[in-house]
T-cell receptor, first 114, second 111 residues
Framework: EAQVTQNPRYLITVTGKKLTVTCSQN?????MSWYRQDPGLGLRQIYY???????DKGDVPEGYKVSRKEKRNFPLILESPSPNQTSLYFC?????????????FGPGTRLTVL | DQQVKQNSPSLSVQEGRISILNCDYT??????FLWYKKYPAEGPTFLIS?????DKNEDGRFTVFLNKSAKHLSLHIVPSQPGDSAVYFC??????????FGQGTILTVHP
């Protein structure tokens, strides 16, 4: 089954404690991205990756890092989380150059930073 | 600055009636528009799209209308069903391929 998986699905942490949210896809997609969803703001792109070792900033990259060492994985790293990063996070993937309607989203990770 | 706006946070409709969800955009470079549907505890899933060269696209009970001069698009669901209850996101993109999303509208369809 074609899917994007994220772990963990729920996470409560404290300010300053480094964390990583993993994202993995089994569709051999080149393009992967991270979004955050906040009330009244919709989904905003954090980072994206066109392929292995190629990453770039989205609209709201501050406070986040990513890496793309393997095609299937695109982890999101919060080196020093702060309460304003409390949000619902989605990973997505698609074929590079493919139609946007072919983009698949993961189930989401709800992060709370105390 | 919110380039894609969904001004109605929520919409409540009776089963069998029409649901109309609206979306406005400000960037004239947008040329492709999509609607996504999101259920609780799931990621968004693609619903329907429209290119700027069209003014209407239909897929079963779902129709999207685009008014380029007004920079407005709408999603019509006819007839509405309780299973359509979800959050609907409008999204837009230009040639650069990056999606810009609206805030979302919570649709509730009552039996």
């Amino acid at each position: 089954e074609a899917q994007v998986t994220q772990n963990p699905r729920y996470l409560i942490t404290v300010t300053g404690k480094k964390l990583t949210v993993t994202c993995s896809q089994n569709m051999n997609h080149e393009y992967m991205s991270w979004y955050r969803q906040d009330p009244g703001l919709g989904l905003r792109q954090i980072y994206y990756s066109m392929n292995v070792e190629v990453t770039d900033k989205g609209d709201v990259p501050e406070g986040y890092k990513v890496s793309r060492k393997e095609k299937r994985n695109f982890p999101l790293i919060l080196e020093s989380p702060s309460p304003n990063q409390t949000s619902l996070y989605f990973c997505a993937s698609r074929i590079a150059g493919g139609q946007l309607y072919t983009q698949y989203f993961g189930p989401g990770t709800r992060l709370t930073v105390l | 600055d919110q380039q894609v706006k969904q001004n109605s946070p929520s919409l409540s409709v009776q089963e069998g009636r029409i649901s109309i969800l609206n979306c406005d955009y400000t960037n004239s470079m947008f040329d492709y528009f999509l609607w996504y549907k999101k259920y609780p505890a799931e990621g968004p899933t693609f619903l329907i799209s429209i290119s700027s060269i069209k003014d209407k696209n239909e897929d079963g009970r779902f129709t999207v209308f685009l008014n380029k001069s007004a920079k407005h698009l709408s999603l019509h669901i006819v007839p509405s069903q309780p299973g359509d209850s979800a959050v609907y996101f409008c999204a837009a993109t230009g040639s650069y391929g990056k999606l810009t999303f609206g805030q979302g509208t919570i649709l509730t369809v009552h039996p």
